[in-house]
DNA sequence: TGGTAAACTGACGTTTACGTAAGAAAGCGA
DNA sequence: TCGCTTTCTTACGTAAACGTCAGTTTACCA
């Protein structure tokens, strides 16, 4: 009797369907290094066989599209920026099968380093966009004054 | 003895500085249809002749590149957006220039519900970008958390 | 009224971010 | 084990957003 609840393996279909992309997206992200290769965090998978990811996986990639299309990265500076999602997964993983905490310590310092820089960057393109929002605001307010003089 | 302070006209290459464009994205721009065919509202320009543009028109490229930056849409969406900035510049010539109260009413309704499209569609993206901030804050949170933890 | 810097008009080249087609191989249920 | 669906790899195609000549033409100024 194995575990029930673990994770279940699924194909770059199911995966394509639950982030909204497409099979050929998913492995073009994969090539340019944007993913990793093997799927999940296994052994790098063999030449041929299917790819392979589990939830955690899809959350990830997820997560990719998402500052993709908030801030409107080229796949380039989303690479650098995430550096390597990949390894982030590779450091999710050793944090948990580690017992050396000096390690341990140093795996969280650079998981929160990425944390820091993703928020560093979100945080000024909030304060650029609330910006551009009062200025709209101040110019649809302008507009409606005079359209309330004309109906004087 | 002309007015000194009037508009001073300004060519491609000023304007590119200024807007950090380059003379080709800026024809480019006018080729899709995105900027206005002659420069300033003025006539259409004849083929051969340079473009000629106002510090106005400086102001509307800049905002149409901030647009673009910010919000990251393709310049197909942007086009609808503003809506040919073209119209626009066109309404606050005329806009000054009509005195039919009407007329007035008419376009300033028009540029209003622009302006409103614009903010529906920025403070979307605000909100959508707080979201991830708060995530993101949490998860910094609970790294410092366990940090915190094996420090003791 | 030359001369020169900057601009104009094609037209083709390039990069990014995938789409699409083809033939082979893997997986999985019956 | 057979058959069918889904993936795999390879490779060429494509749309968007400009870059880059090349050969002319303007616009300005000494």
Redesign the pocket.
Known sequence: MTTETAVRPM????VAEQTGL????I??YEEIGLLGAGGDGSEPRE?????CYTSADVERIAEIVRL?DLLGL???QLSQLVEAETARAEIRREIKETDDPARKRELLTQANGHITTQLILVRSRVAELSKLEVELAERQLLCEQKLAELAE
């Open positions: 194909r770059i279909g199911e497409t099979p050929r997206t492995r073009y030449q041929g066989k299917h790819r993709r080229s796949l380039d």
